[in-house]
């Protein structure tokens, strides 16, 4: 079966790191552009990042609110993709989705996993 | 970064009857390709976002025919035949043109 399926999350104190793993099957992370959205408590859809796929060179591509303290990365082997997220903020309280990025489209996406960041 | 705005906000829509949702965004989305990277998706209550258009009118595997996208440039419409009680949730555009990619602020549908 073709999905996704995120975890990590949890509350963490302002300043503070955590990592999100988004594990993929039926398919490899490493074809496809894996991108990061996420969702405020009772807001809307917030893009977070990608990482380009194998082929376009593995790149990494942020949103303002994140360049700098998040770092978007991949294991092939695992065939896991990764949100590093360092200096965690309370406004990064969200879920958090990973989708899979085909053609400018997102056509596969996570169950999603929620962050607090909370003292 | 591209500016995605959607109306109405909300809409409430009686069974069986038809509803639109206009996308706007402050550039062209067509791409030196050609393509306009125009996509739709549907957040249903609890569940994640699911893709039901991509570049404008394509409807994604497993979309039913009740749904149909048109526009270009910078103007789009989501369009449903006949609302069904499974078609309740929010409705976000999103542009595939550029990074940032950015979402429009969503349409959110229910029944009367």
């Known amino acids: 079966e073709v999905q996704l399926v995120e975890s990590g999350g949890g509350l963490v104190q302002p300043g503070r790191s955590l990592t999100l793993s988004c594990a993929a099957s039926?398919?490899?992370?490493?074809?496809?552009?894996m991108t990061w959205v996420r969702q405020a408590p009772g807001k809307g859809l917030e893009w977070v990042g990608l990482?380009?796929?194998?082929?376009?060179?593995?790149?990494?591509d942020y949103a303002a609110s994140v360049r700098g303290r998040f770092t978007i990365s991949r294991d092939d082997s695992k065939n896991i993709a990764y949100l590093r997220m360092n200096y965690l903020r309370t406004e990064d309280t969200a879920v958090y989705y990973c989708a899979r990025s085909f053609e400018r489209r997102l056509d596969l996406w996570g169950q999603g996993i929620l962050v607090v960041v909370s003292s | 970064e591209i500016v995605m705005t959607q109306t109405p906000l909300s809409l409430s829509v009686t069974p069986g009857q038809p509803a639109s949702i206009s996308c706007k965004s402050s550039q062209s989305l067509q791409d030196r390709d050609g393509r306009t990277y125009l996509s739709w998706y549907l957040q249903k209550p609890g569940q994640p976002p699911q893709l039901l258009m991509y570049e404008v009118y394509n409807r994604f595997s497993g979309v039913p025919d009740t749904f149909s996208g048109s526009g270009s440039g910078t103007d789009f419409t989501l369009e449903i035949s006949r609302v069904e009680a499974e078609d309740v949730g929010v409705y976000y555009c999103?542009?595939?043109?550029?990074?940032?990619?950015?979402f429009g602020p969503g349409t959110k549908v229910d029944l009367k």
């Open positions: 039926g398919f490899s992370v490493g074809d496809y552009a």
């Open positions: 990482i380009r796929s194998k082929s376009y060179g593995g790149t990494t």
């Open positions: 999103m542009q595939g043109l550029q990074n940032p990619r950015t």
